[in-house]
């Protein structure tokens, strides 16, 4: 027998229906009579059969959906066998290949991702890596991942992440800070390139871990102003007694917010005692009447975090039953207070320094600028004019006296190298005379 592919589309697109038609097989045999009667098959695990068609020709036609990505391709062998006796046969192998078509969508190896950053990150930093795959061909399984369009604390997701279109990594594009948020979730979708396209959608769900980055806040006492708080502590105080208490917070989490307190400094450093953990203020022992009315005590405030921080305040304790007995309260800061005074009575002798050297400036100012005036005498002039004399300054009576007493100003330079004036007061006194000797 002689078996001939007469056609055969190759390759097949997987997307064919049951029962397509995809070659015709002719078969001939030179023998005459039931010699020449041939039976065709084919084996009976591909998904394709032989259906007669007219004398001697058989269709191939598939009997199931065929898959690419499960068997891309297949040898299908023909056998023909006459009705002779004894029967005889002959075969033929059809290779046969299954066309891609888009048909699957890429699928991400995790159904979430989870990504965990330490606030204050670098900008940039990578936080973790999706993966998707499709088992499509070529461009049909070519994967581009992108961000879906969101917000994060009203702001786009696109100024928070960024992720790698062909790598699928997820990069930080800014510095994040636990105390504002401390996670967000956002959609990342991978495309194939087929046409038309097929996609999925996966959630990366970002954590923010803390930093110690927020030093302890005292909330009481309160910081210190142009005023400073004091505290009455009863002179029948025993030991044990609660008298004050400091109060703070830590705007970090976890140990990072674990505040422990401690006296630092104190007037009398055997008299009070802090609670390490819970700020109270007490005293250690009875108290006396030795003990100085005035008690200061420094308070450090530190968290548990790597490295501590810390914040310190004062607190100002008065052994009164009230503040009747005291005279006088400002003296109660510390040294800092006075230092701060000391700067203060700088600041206001370099004001007055500086004030009086400008009044010096402008004096001598105006006394070059009054040199520089026109001479209105002549240098070294000595003699009175008598045009500045007044007139009647001869006038004689009938009976030759002088009428009256004449003051005279008299205006004299000192120097011919000078113009200034001296002012000279002469009072001249007229007295009764018989006649002038003339």
Known sequence: ELIYLKSLNNPIPENVSPGTEVGIINVQDRDSDSNRQVRCSIQQNVPFKLVPSIKNYYSLVTTGQLDRELVSDYNITISATDEGSPPLSSSKTVQLSVADINDNPPVFEDQSYSA???????????????????????????????????????????????????????????????????????????RDNGSPPLSSNVTVSVFISDVNDNSPQILYPAPEGNSFMTELVPKAAHGGSLVSKVIAVDADSGQNAWLSYHIVKSTDPGLFTIGLHSGE?????????????????LVSVKDNGQPSLSATCSMYLLISDNLAEVPELKDISYDDKNSKLTSYLIIALVSVSTFFLTFIIIILGVRFCRRRKPRL?????VAIPSAYLPPNYADVDGTGTLRSTYNYDAYLTTGSRT????????????VNVAAFPF
């Open 419 to 430: 113009s200034d004036f001296k002012f000279v007061h002469i009072t001249v006194t007229c």
């Open 281 to 297: 203020i007490r005293t250690q022992r009875d108290i006396s009447e030795s003990d100085s009315m005035k008690q200061n005590l």
């Open 377 to 381: 005498l002549f240098d070294g002039a």
């Open 116 to 190: 965990y950053v330490s606030e204050n990150n670098k900008p940039g930093s990578t936080l973790c890596s999706v993966t998707a795959r499709d088992p499509d061909w070529r461009q049909n399984g070519t994967v581009i991942y992108s961000l879906l369009p969101g917000e994060v604390n009203g702001a786009p997701v696109s100024s928070y992440l960024s992720v790698n279109g062909d790598t699928g990594v997820i990069h930080a594009v800014r510095s994040f800070d636990y105390e504002q948020f401390r996670s967000f979730k956002v959609q990342v979708m991978a």
